[in-house]
Nanobody
Framework: QVQLVESGGGLVQAGASLRLSCAAS????????MAWFRQAPGKERAFVAT????????AYVDSVKGRFTISRDSAKNTVYLQMNNLKPEDTALYYC????????????WGQGTQVTVSS
């Protein structure tokens, strides 16, 4: 069973940067893609960004394009989310997840890391 451990969250002021990390542990970790989701208070969990493990291709929700960058280190089984120019509306619990093929769902989640952005 693959375990996902997120880190790097914190309390920052608007305009600041944070870098989230998600390390995957377990035998033969070979995802098709990894992704970051976030859940703000009172809202459903929502997609933020994804990266195809083999190619490095990425996709983002419109609200973070140009500010967030997802990347991965295959040797470390780690995915990152560099978040720049943070805004109060980015405040949420951030989760990482993966799927093993393009057609499978995201059903393995980390515990989340809290990002709070003050105005």
């Amino acid at each position: 069973q693959v375990q996902l451990v997120e880190s790097g969250g914190g309390l920052v002021q608007a305009g600041a940067s944070l870098r989230l990390s998600c390390a995957a542990s377990g035998p033969t970790f070979r995802p098709y893609s990894m992704a970051w989701f976030r859940q703000a208070p009172g809202k459903e969990r929502a997609f933020v960004a994804t990266i195809v493990w083999s190619t490095g291709n990425t996709a983002y929700v419109d609200s973070v394009k140009g500010r967030f960058t997802i990347s991965r280190d295959s040797a470390k089984n780690t995915v990152y989310l560099q978040m720049n120019n943070l805004k109060p509306e980015d405040t949420a619990l951030y989760y990482c997840t993966y799927r093993v093929t393009l057609s499978t769902s995201y059903d393995n989640w980390g515990q989340g890391t809290q990002v709070t952005v003050s105005s």
